[in-house]
T-cell receptor, first 114, second 113 residues
Framework: NAGVTQTPKFQVLKTGQSMTLQCAQD?????MSWYRQDPGMGLRLIHY???????DQGEVPNGYNVSRSTTEDFPLRLLSAAPSQTSVYFC?????????????FGAGTRLSVL | DAKTTQPNSMESNEEEPVHLPCNHS???????IHWYRQLPSQGPEYVIH???SNVNNRMASLAIAEDRKSSTLILHRATLRDAAVYYC??????????????FGTGTRLQVTL
């Protein structure tokens, strides 16, 4: 039972480079989200999706794009990396109905932008 | 959005009970109270949630004040593996917002032998 899988675990980018953080879940969850966590801070919501083909912005969406072509995958794209995007990124998913109260988080991707 | 206030840090001895407080004086009648914890170098992990009544599960208990302006997460016997940052989060009952968890800075729990 893999749950929520994030790749890569670590990444170093140069300013201006682009990359995609991958997130996959095997629980057939409708809802998926991306958060970032800066040192000593709580998590902040970047983007979320309520189902395939439907996405919306969270608290800090600037500089990030998402798409949701399948239920399982929710990639996060950095179009032109900036040092301010150095952070730990967490993907999460949750079910519907009685499962809606529990979010499952991946182990995170640690990103450094030089 | 309703806000929560938690102590920055707490300490406990192993095998002792731990009471982690959370104040949420502006809570709405339709806000659930959620607790998540984050172990070092890991993603957050669900602990427990409740609306009005006290709740128990295999990980912890949640005691909710009668006026719902505060709550307490209770770990009955702390172990070294419980050392983590514990987040108290309010989530509106509307299903669509269940993805939007607003994390504060939480309480860092240290457990010592």
């Amino acid at each position: 039972n893999a749950g929520v899988t994030q790749t890569p675990k670590f990444q170093v980018l140069k300013t201006g480079q682009s990359m995609t953080l991958q997130c996959a879940q095997d629980m057939n969850h409708e809802y998926m989200s991306w958060y970032r966590q800066d040192p000593g801070m709580g998590l902040r919501l970047i983007h979320y999706s309520v189902g395939a083909g439907i996405t919306d912005q969270g608290e800090v969406p600037n500089g990030y794009n998402v798409s949701r072509s399948t239920t399982e995958d929710f990639p996060l794209r950095l179009l032109s990396a900036a040092p301010s995007q150095t952070s730990v990124y967490f993907c999460a998913s949750r079910g519907a109905g009685t499962g809606k109260n529990i979010q499952y988080f991946g182990a995170g991707t640690r990103l450094s932008v030089l | 959005d309703a806000k929560t206030t938690q102590p920055n840090s707490m300490e406990s001895n192993e095998e002792e009970p731990v009471h982690l407080p959370c104040n949420h004086s502006t809570i709405s009648g339709t806000d659930y109270i959620h607790w998540y914890r984050q172990l070092p170098s890991q993603g957050p992990e669900y602990v427990i949630h409740g609306l009005t009544s006290n709740v128990n599960n295999r990980m912890a208990s949640l005691a909710i004040a009668e006026d719902r302006k505060s709550s307490t997460l209770i770990l009955h016997r702390a172990t070294l593996r419980d050392a983590a940052v514990y987040y108290c989060i309010l989530r509106p009952i509307n299903t669509g917002t269940a993805s939007k968890l607003t994390f504060g800075t939480g309480t860092r729990l240290q457990v010592t032998l």
